[in-house]
């Protein structure tokens, strides 16, 4: 049974996963799409959506909770102004998560998560960028 458990371990002890959760939160608040694994990227919509929440709130508390678990104060900048601003009429749901395709090398499944109304997009490779690089000099 899986009553009480919140999270996904990640194959980390938790000081190495919260490394890795404020490192993927700071990334995607920067380039507002990143890929990675999809068990990551479920996590990570956890917590990005939680960050957006901070940022809408606009207190000084919750810019002071943010400064603590975002990697940078241009990133915290721009999530109370640019982000908060965008999803000011969202209630929750800022983040998309969609697998991508298979990893090379150990098969993981990759998803892409991006932040929602993004006017970036989505991460789009050429078909030549996931092909063997033997296979691509030969084209």
């Known amino acids: 049974m899986k009553h009480r458990i919140n999270l996904r371990k ?7 996963r919260l490394a890795l959760l404020r490192n993927l939160v700071s990334s995607l608040i ?12 479920k996590e990570l919509r956890r917590v990005a959506d939680k960050m957006v929440t901070l940022g809408k709130r606009g207190d000084g508390l919750s810019r002071i909770r943010a400064l603590g678990f975002v990697r940078g104060p241009h990133l915290v900048q721009k999530l109370f ?9 969202r209630n929750g749901g ?17 998803a892409i998560v991006e932040l929602v109304d993004s006017p970036k997009g989505v991460i789009r490779r ?13 084209v």
Request: hydrophobic share 20%; aromatic share 6%.
């Open 10 to 16: 990640l194959g980390r002890d938790s000081a190495h």
């Open 30 to 41: 920067e380039h507002e799409s990143i890929e990675t694994t999809v068990a990551k990227a």
């Open 81 to 89: 102004r640019t982000l908060a601003e965008r999803y000011r009429e």
């Open 94 to 110: 800022y983040t998309r998560v969609m697998r991508s395709r298979n990893r090379r090398g150990d098969n993981a499944p990759m």
């Open 126 to 138: 050429p078909l030549e960028h996931y092909q063997r690089s033997e296979q691509r000099q030969s």
